[in-house]
């Protein structure tokens, strides 16, 4: 019999667990409030990366991720996902260097640049930095409708999308029996809480704390214009790409910056500051800005594992969605489903906040 598993979250996280629990053969119900995407996902800067202060096993885990995005690519053609590269100079030069040799060492494909070669990478910038780092195996995956294809495909492979909002989950004698969606309670052997900051409430509702921070993001949109940037640009308080649409979206770093008390006027000048920087612009028009709250446990690393002390509840809340996804929807249906454990996921369990 196959296993009953229902995800709750439409965001990346829910979307490739999702995907990757229908292939694997179990029977699965996506519980969303919201539509494909769901919350934090849309607000994403959507850097797929191994980048920057992070210990070795999390790059680890994230140059596989990496990896398994090629893998999902090839599973589903057409995903909207670029290699596009990352341009950085977002600190002192002598904390890229430090950066440069650490990750260097670690295998990471990091080129030290100078103005010349920034010049080639990305021409249409209005001034280039003397020393960056490119790494050129960076790259974005378009959020939105990288969750929506994920859901469309787990649903022509049988799984199904229930709107509803989750009152609880369904329990009996310390096992998840269930959830209990707008009333109405839908069975199942095992149940995944990927609602990103929507989580701990539902945690909650079985005795389970997630200890996540939510801190708030702002990120703007131009409207489409013509094409400027090639890839990614980390310059200085100040993170842009362009979509492949055309919009240019950018925010004080990749995460998007604190919003402060006047979101539309902080939003206004971080527009004119990303202008600035690009040569060609002048028809660049601000369209609108979003403001991303980023599901992010306390120590800053995954929540990637199954509660304690309470059955067939399996936890998937992470910051680092888009880069995460693919490897966590695929270690999670593997634990799910046949009871391993991958390796990487060793230091993620929510156990170490007990």
Wanted: proline share 6%; charged share 20%; with cysteine.
């Amino acid at each position: 019999m196959a296993k009953q598993v229902i995800v709750i979250g439409a965001g990346i996280i829910g979307a490739s667990s999702a995907w990757h629990l229908t292939k694997a053969g179990a029977r699965v119900a996506i519980v969303a409030e919201s539509s494909a995407g769901g919350v934090a996902t849309p607000n994403s800067f959507a850097w797929i990366n191994a980048s920057w202060g992070n210990p070795e096993t999390y790059f680890r885990l994230r140059i596989r991720a990496m990896a398994e995005w090629k893998r999902l690519a090839k599973d589903l053609p057409g995903l909207p996902l670029a290699w596009c590269g990352g341009l950085c100079w977002d600190q002192p030069a002598d904390g890229l260097e430090a950066y440069a040799v650490e990750h260097s060492s670690w295998g990471y494909g990091i080129e030290r640049i100078g103005a010349k070669q920034a010049a080639r990478i990305e021409p249409n910038l209005a001034e280039f930095p003397e020393f960056a780092l490119y790494v050129a195996e960076e790259g974005v995956a378009e959020p939105v409708a990288t969750a929506r294809a994920l859901l469309a495909d787990a649903e022509r492979r049988g799984a199904r999308i229930v709107n509803g909002t989750v009152d609880r989950l369904a329990l009996s004698n310390g096992q998840v029996m269930g959830v209990v969606v707008s009333g109405e309670t839908i069975a199942a052997d095992e149940v995944v809480i990927a609602a990103g900051a929507g989580s701990p409430a539902i945690a909650a509702t079985a005795g389970i704390r997630i200890p996540i921070e939510t801190p708030p993001g702002l990120i703007v949109h131009s409207r489409p214009y013509k094409k400027l940037l090639n890839g990614l640009v980390l310059a200085d308080k100040l993170h842009m790409r362009q979509t492949a649409e055309g919009r240019i979206i950018a925010g004080s770093d990749f995460g998007g910056g604190d919003p402060g008390e006047d979101p539309e006027a902080a939003a206004r000048e971080l527009f004119a500051a990303t202008k600035a920087m690009l040569r060609d612009a002048d028809g660049l028009e601000f369209d609108f800005h979003t403001v991303g709250y980023r599901p992010t446990p306390v120590d800053g690393f995954p929540i990637v594992s199954r509660a304690d002390g309470i059955g067939g509840l399996y936890i998937a809340v992470t910051h680092s969605g888009i880069t995460l996804a693919p490897a966590v929807g695929l270690f999670a249906a593997r634990e799910i489903l046949e009871g391993e454990r991958d390796t990487l996921l060793a230091p993620y369990a929510l156990s170490r906040f007990a």
